[in-house]
């Protein structure tokens, strides 16, 4: 008998300071209506200098995902962190810290890096984990702050302005009782001809960080060749999100038809609707929260439950794009409604 695993609870955690579509507008000198109406942003939330980092607000996600699972920090097996490579300091390991702060003793922690994509991907290797290896729950944690990496004065690096600020985490079991969701299979694909097209220029190994590097601003996101990118991803990127979407739902037994509702990454309005439109499902459109890395599918979930925009019986997509560039789905079916779990920090 195939194992089957459940998506028992999730939590949500965001910053409460926001910085409105207008004060982008003002900051980056784009017309308002650009930043609000096209980019999508009405407002997002920020975190501020000296708090809400991105452990902080894992654990207070983590607090939030166990205490709706119902099971104790203790009882995990793993704890895995697929959020920014931006977060309380270089070379560390966000997952350990999380792990030993919610009281996850008898827990492993590792880390996975799929930048934007990363939620359908944490999902399809923690599904691998419960089915394959000695593990009954694992907690994925997710947090971005990398819109203290924006320069809003950098106009080739504008379409980053949507980054916002949060944490999410998901609870994952394997044979549960009663689940709010099965998480069922995935799909990924990668074009790493786009690998250096979104770069911050200093602070690696090729050019480390010095007096020089900050005083010449290389410590933001940057993007080379922005009309490169922007034609070359314009002839993959509907492809490449429509294929990944439609090999996972048949790898899940579904047809297109069948989904029900895609919790999406936020993008430029006009793309995202034209996207959900070609899948013919519901969504819901994260204007209020711009772009939040990994965070964002657990955003659209959380709202679509709110607004009731999903219903047991459901089939759900969870599908994402990250810089790199991958774009990767994981199917669910999804049981109960459940209360939405969105909470400021």
């Known amino acids: 008998m195939d194992t089957i695993i459940g998506l028992t609870g999730y939590g949500i955690d965001v910053p409460e300071d926001t910085v409105t579509g207008e004060e982008i507008a003002r900051q980056s000198g784009i017309p308002q209506d650009v930043v609000v109406e096209k980019m999508g942003v009405r407002e997002k939330h920020v975190c501020p200098p000296d708090g809400d980092h991105a452990t902080d607000m894992c654990v207070n996600a983590a607090e939030r995902a166990l205490d709706r699972a119902g099971i104790e920090a203790s009882e995990l097996d793993a704890v895995l962190y697929h959020g920014s490579e931006f977060k309380d300091f270089v070379v560390w390991s ?25 939620a359908p991907i944490a999902l399809r290797q923690a599904k691998s984990m419960l089915v394959a290896d000695h593990v009954e729950r694992i907690l994925l944690v997710s947090a971005s702050r990398e819109e203290d990496l924006v320069d809003y004065g950098n106009e080739d690096s504008s379409f980053m302005f949507n980054f916002g600020s949060g944490a999410c985490a998901m609870v994952l079991e394997a044979s549960p009782e009663d689940p709010l969701a099965t998480v069922r299979e995935s799909a990924a694909v990668t074009d790493g001809s786009f690998s250096e097209n979104v ?15 900050v005083q010449a601003g290389l410590h933001t996101l940057d993007v080379p060749d922005p009309d490169g990118m922007k034609e070359r991803l314009a002839d993959v990127s509907l492809d490449n999100f429509l294929s990944v979407a439609d090999t996972a739902l048949t ?17 430029k309005r006009s793309f995202h609707d034209y996207l959900c439109s070609t899948l013919d499902a519901e969504n819901y459109y994260l ?13 659209a979930l959380d709202v679509g439950v709110k607004n009731g925009l999903l ?17 990767a789905a994981t199917v669910l079916d999804w049981h109960g409604s459940g209360n939405s779990t969105y909470s400021f920090g």
């Open 94 to 118: 966000a997952a350990a810290n999380v792990a030993e702060r919610i009281g996850a003793e008898g827990a492993f922690a590792s880390e996975s890096y799929a930048l934007c994509a990363g």
């Open 199 to 213: 770069v911050m220029p200093a602070g690696g190994s090729r050019n480390p960080p010095s007096e020089v590097t």
């Open 251 to 267: 790898r899940s037994g579904y047809e297109r038809n069948e989904l029900d509702f895609v919790a999406l990454t936020h993008m």
């Open 287 to 299: 204007d209020e929260f711009g772009h939040v890395q990994s965070v964002d599918q657990i955003l």
């Open 311 to 327: 219903e047991a019986g459901d089939v759900v997509c969870f599908l994402a794009a990250g810089t790199g560039y991958t774009w």
